[in-house]
T-cell receptor, first 116, second 115 residues
Framework: AQKVTQAQTEISVVEKEDVTLDCVYE???????LFWYKQPPSGELVFLIR??????QNEISGRYSWNFQKSTSSFNFTITASQVVDSAVYFC?????????????FGQGTTLQVKP | KAGVTQTPRYLIKTRGQQVTLSCSPI?????VSWYQQTPGQGLQFLFE???????NKGNFPGRFSGRQFSNSRSEMNVSTLELGDSALYLC??????????????FGPGTRLTVT
């Protein structure tokens, strides 16, 4: 069965430090999608990135970057020069596909606290 | 464009009662998914609707049900409430046909407390 593991429950850093959030997944599907979502204290999850299993190219968006490695089944997320506003819970998610539909399997989340 | 809205935002119910939660997706979005979030179990998929049809269902008892209307608005119902149903219920909409393939936009959630 599909599974997503975010081994880091909580991470605390000081502003301007770089931080990497780990995500390891398990799937037997050859085609799948991986996502990262951010949940700030307000509660609404915010979409950050989607990656399909055939695209291993790393991506950078401002201070955010993602490293997708199929060989290790990992999809790690790095925040460079962290800011207090980055404090949130971050979820990694994997699609479980069934025909032309499916559902998302979320990891347990990593709570990131960025201190000023 | 207005985001996903959920009503009510907070709800307190007693064991044995039933509850209906409402979700209005972003205009033009036809796929709506529901999730339950608890400290112990995390984020768990409840069900997904697309064009008024339930496309997928999570591993929840039959007390949890939902529906989608022709305007894409969705409701979920929980009957015979149990203490363990206390949770944040999140609704999300997507422009695509399934949340498994496309980015989702989440609402602020409904915080349900069962006493």
């Amino acid at each position: 069965a599909q599974k997503v593991t975010q081994a880091q429950t909580e991470i605390s850093v000081v502003e301007k430090e770089d931080v990497t959030l780990d995500c390891v997944y398990e799937t037997r599907d050859t085609t799948y999608y991986l996502f990262w979502y951010k949940q700030p204290p307000s509660g609404e999850l915010v979409f950050l990135i989607r990656r399909n299993s055939f695209d291993e190219q790393n991506e950078i968006s401002g201070r955010y970057s993602w490293n997708f490695q199929k060989s290790t089944s990992s999809f790690n997320f790095t925040i460079t020069a962290s800011q207090v506003v980055d404090s949130a819970v971050y979820f990694c998610a994997l699609s479980e596909v069934s025909g032309n539909t499916g559902k998302l399997i979320f990891g347990q989340g990593t709570t990131l606290q960025v201190k000023p | 464009k207005a985001g996903v809205t959920q009503t009510p935002r907070y709800l307190i119910k007693t064991r044995g009662q039933q509850v209906t939660l409402s979700c209005s997706p972003i205009s033009g979005h036809r796929s709506v998914s529901w999730y339950q979030q608890t400290p112990g179990q995390g984020l768990q998929f409840l069900f997904e609707y697309f064009s008024e049809t339930q496309r997928n269902k999570g591993n929840f008892p039959g007390r949890f049900s939902g529906r989608q209307f022709s305007n894409s608005r969705s409701e979920m119902n929980v009957s015979t409430l149990e203490l363990g149903d206390s949770a944040l219920y999140l609704c999300a909409s997507s422009l695509g046909s399934s949340s498994a393939f496309y980015e989702q936009y989440f609402g602020p959630g409904t915080r349900l407390t069962v006493t």
